[in-house]
Every structure is written in structure tokens, then in C-alpha cells.
């Protein structure tokens, strides 16, 4: 009965991981990453409810990132807690951090390949691709 179970729940894991990878092979952009990331990230009303008080996380292999008030007029602030193995992070304009991706699954032959995934991370929780991407970058100054 012990055995089976344990089974039961490794072959769970094993679906799990295979469905999560599986998403990640059908990923052929940055765009797609991006949608991707939003897509996992989880956000609530910090209580009391006022401008300023909603709040994001997000945790995709071994980066964790918050984007704290994220409905201010202006944007909020984002904190970078961990950044995961393949990932370096830089800043872009006032309002943005990119995060480079890369892991050999996330150089998109479409968009610079060598270079890896780029992705913006704009303090109002928005995420977007990088890659020619010239109004986003315009909207990291404001």
C-alpha cells in the first residue's frame, strides 16, 4: 500500500514536471515568455484597500520578484529576492529592470538567440519582451 502510493505520487511529480516543460518547449518568443511569466504571476489587495496597495509575486526558476504598489499613480516598486541559475538583471530607464534568461530552452531563434531572453519588468507589474521593443523602452523613462 506504501509503495503504491509512493508511486503514485512520484509518477504525479513526474506529469507535473513533463506538462511544465512541455509548456516551456512551446514558448518560440520572447512575447510568448513574456505572456508566460504574467501569466504566473499571483497578485492581492494589501488590507486596507487604497491606491497603493496592490501587491505582486512572481517565482519562475529561481528568480523571485515582487512589484509592491503596483496600482500607485506612477508605479510601484519592484524587489528582487533571489535570481535564479543562467539570469543577470539590469536596470532600464526609471520604472524597469530586464531580466536576461539564459537557459539554452529560452534563446528564441526569432529574436537574438545568442543574446537570450530578454524581459522587462516595469514597476506597475506589467512584463513585456525587450527585443525591439522601442515603446516599452520609451515607457521605462517616463
Known sequence: ?????????????????????????????????AEHLQSLTKCEMIPPPTEDSLYCRLE???????????????????????????QMLYPKGRRCIVVRFMDKDLRFAADAPSLGAHIIFRDNGTILPNYKNEKAWRDCEK
Do not use: C, H, W
Open 1 to 33: 500500500m506504501k509503495d503504491s502510493f509512493l508511486s503514485a505520487s512520484l509518477l504525479l511529480i513526474l506529469f507535473g514536471s513533463d506538462a511544465l516543460g512541455a509548456e516551456i518547449q512551446n514558448l518560440k518568443s520572447e512575447q510568448q515568455l
Open 60 to 86: 519562475f526558476r529561481g528568480l523571485k520578484l515582487q512589484f509592491a504598489g503596483v496600482n500607485a499613480p506612477g508605479g510601484g516598486t519592484i524587489y528582487v529576492e533571489a535570481l535564479g541559475e543562467n
